[in-house]
């Protein structure tokens, strides 16, 4: 199989699995025993002012022609009204969708920078205390609550020591703006990503990166230590076996520094399997994040969802799962394409 | 030798096999200390009710924010309630619910996967994309939306949880059933006759079983931390019910009045609980996968 063929094989599986996502998110909020326009009002709204709110959300067609309406306005990325004031959800949804981008990426890179580090400094030391203690440390990331121990860097770094700040995305006013270029015949272009690191460099305003990396500081180090376990234990597994091989002989035979054979050379080793493990974990990554940002009130799409559920806003909640759902299928979709791209057995 | 030791008594018996497991090594003693771990914290969630001091609930036992003190141990809140109190009640609804979450869990996962996998053919991939879907999604999301559509309650936040845990067990044992149903003995038993349903009951199920029991220990870790999470959103049972999940909810906004012990307790008991089932699960897979055995 060329590389084209498994992409399209790849992409075509990733139809039925993104319309399963869907569906699920419908059925679970449309579907299951409890009306999300009942719920919103808790029951105690005039009938006629429900009948109208149903009908001013689509809500009062049938139940296979709101799943077509659904579907349909997905593809026009169109996410249906907000419960709370029927302004577009999506609108909403893309505003909020790069503070979490940003919290996921430096989560995932503490995350595997901290995985990588202890679990080549484990392997190193096999079966010493220091290896054992890393042991102990993933399998405690495990069972610590991503929220309890997001609480406790915010009460010792936030509140007692006043280092960091304890929850937003950046102090007021000091927002990025982006560039603004100015292209001949084009006329000016507004370059923002909305993530507030690049914004800030695309700004040139250093004092703005330093702010948006501070308020980034104690989110991103709670969501990456929590998710680290997993990296610590697949980078210690690889490079002990990795360590045994006869190349690693060879290496040390010819008197090459330690330091160079472990990240020089057995440490490529490991890369597939920990790029395809930040694939599976990305799923994980979310479902923090949904925690981290409610903790550190980071105005993302964790958040978000748990604002509306305080609204009882379902149709935001539908719409900030579902894109959570193409998210998730998206992802897992560049990671096997980049595997395969890495490692031509795959496609085989 | 421990075959040879006739235990008397159906009290000594259990202790003399959890013993026993020290023998085992490393994996072993994970198990043990999980086991206590975890018998201890119920142990004190039934005797709750006997041996705190205070009624959980009950306010101005002491001052607004005291901090540990001999009278309470853990401090009070924020309204003036006993922490230690709390801690002692605070894990009948997260243990409720994991355990009932592991149940429904076994309950549908175990016989889909034995199912699907030994009849195969359309169904079994159908079944089986389904079950990879809902494993592929972001848990707790699926769990709130699933939460917060049937409401509050230990039911509805056991089967919220349980639907999203399925997918493990059905894919635990659909892997082990493909590899089962190959072997000679299966074959043996197909060629003398026996019915579809005897094979899988008397032949295949026995030999899944103890992978399922590992899972079931890792799924108790994560049902408990994924209550507590739908518990810290806002979505736990009733707020007159002690929970630690609740206790960090409101402790999480009174964080400027520096009393670190309002959060600190309950959160520790969390982590002990999810501790105790990660440590028996980590060790079970040792023992019973000792090919996977880390560094071997």
Redesign the interface.
């Known amino acids: 199989m060329t590389l084209r063929t498994y992409i399209i094989t790849r992409v075509l599986l990733t139809i039925?699995?993104v319309l399963?996502?869907l569906t699920?998110?419908f059925v679970?909020?449309r579907v299951?025993?409890?009306d999300?326009v009942l719920?919103h009002f808790e029951k105690r709204a005039d009938p006629q002012v429900i009948e109208e709110f149903r009908h001013k959300l689509g809500l009062d067609k049938p139940i296979w022609e709101q799943y077509i309406d659904y579907l349909a306005g997905l593809l026009r990325l169109d996410f249906g009204k907000s419960m709370q004031d029927f302004s577009p959800v999506a609108q909403q949804i893309f505003s909020a969708f790069p503070a979490t981008l940003e919290l996921a990426i430096f989560s995932m890179l503490v995350a595997v920078g901290v995985g990588i580090f202890l679990g080549v400094e484990a392997a190193r030391s096999?079966?010493t205390p220091k290896d054992h203690a890393i042991r102990v440390f993933g399998?405690?990331t495990?069972?610590?609550?991503?929220?309890?121990l997001g609480?406790?860097l915010?009460?010792v770094f936030?509140?007692?020591l006043g280092w960091l700040p304890?929850g937003g995305r950046t102090y007021p006013g000091m927002e990025p703006q982006g560039a603004y270029i100015t292209l001949p015949g084009v006329g000016t272009i507004h370059l923002a990503t909305g993530l507030y690191t690049i914004d800030s460099i695309l700004e040139g305003n250093p004092a703005k990166l330093i702010q948006a990396l501070r308020y980034l500081c104690l989110p991103s180090i709670t969501l990456g230590l929590v998710l680290s376990g997993i990296f610590v234990r697949l980078t210690?597994?690889n490079m002990?076996e990795t360590l045994r091989m006869d190349f690693i002989t060879a290496a040390k035979a010819r008197g090459l520094k330690e330091r160079v054979i472990i990240y020089g050379y057995a440490l490529k080793n490991s890369f597939l399997p920990i790029l395809t493990m930040m694939g599976l974990q990305f799923?994980?990554l979310?479902?923090?994040a949904?925690?981290t940002e409610?903790?550190f009130s980071w105005p993302g799409l964790g958040r978000y969802?748990?604002t509306r559920?305080?609204f009882r806003d379902?149709t935001a909640?539908?719409g900030a799962?579902t894109v959570?759902?193409i998210l998730?299928?998206a992802v897992?979709l560049v990671v096997d394409i980049l595997y395969a791209y890495l490692d031509p057995r795959i496609r085989l | 030798m421990e075959e040879t030791e006739k235990p008397k008594g159906i009290l000594v018996w259990p202790i003399v096999k959890l013993a026993s497991l020290t023998k085992k090594g490393w994996p072993g003693w994970t198990v043990l200390i999980g086991l206590i771990i975890v018998i201890s914290i119920v142990i004190m969630t039934i005797l709750a009710p006997y041996i705190s001091p205070y009624d959980p609930n009950a306010l101005n036992t002491g001052p607004i924010f005291g901090p540990p003190c001999p009278a309470h141990p853990f401090g009070t809140n924020h309204l003036g309630q006993d922490m230690f109190s709390r801690v002692l009640w605070g894990g009948s609804t997260m243990l409720q619910v994991a355990l009932l979450s592991v149940l429904i869990c076994f309950a549908v996962g175990v016989p889909i996967g034995l199912f699907s996998s030994y009849i195969g053919g359309n169904l079994d991939k159908v079944i089986s994309l389904i079950m990879d879907s809902i494993y592929a999604f972001p848990g707790l999301i699926l769990a709130i939306a699933i939460a917060v559509m049937l409401g509050r309650g230990v039911v509805n936040m056991a089967l919220s949880i349980a639907v999203i845990y399925i997918p493990s067990y059905f894919r635990i044992v659909r892997s082990q059933v493909l590899t089962i149903k190959e072997m000679t003995y299966v074959e043996a038993a197909r060629a003398i006759g026996a019915k579809k349903r005897t094979i899988l009951a008397r032949y295949i199920l026995p030999n899944v079983i103890p992978s399922i029991v590992t899972v079931a220990t890792i799924n108790f870790a994560d049902a408990v931390l994924t209550a507590a999470g739908l518990t810290f959103l806002g979505w736990g049972v009733e707020v007159d019910v002690p929970d630690w999940g609740w206790d960090l909810y409101y402790g999480r906004q009174y964080l400027p009045s520096r009393a670190w012990w309002i959060i600190f307790f309950p959160g520790l008991m969390i982590i002990l609980l999810a501790l105790g089932f990660t440590f028996i699960g980590e060790g079970l897979s040792e023992i019973l996968n000792p090919r996977l055995r880390e560094g071997e």
Do not use: C, D, E, K
């Open positions: 039925p699995m399963f996502l699920t998110v679970v909020i299951l025993p409890g999300p719920l096999y079966n399998i405690v495990y069972a610590i609550p991503v929220f309890f609480i406790v915010q009460m936030g509140i007692m304890t210690r597994n002990l799923a994980t979310l479902s923090g949904v925690l409610t903790t969802i748990f559920i305080g379902y909640i539908q799962i959570f759902a998730v299928a897992s």
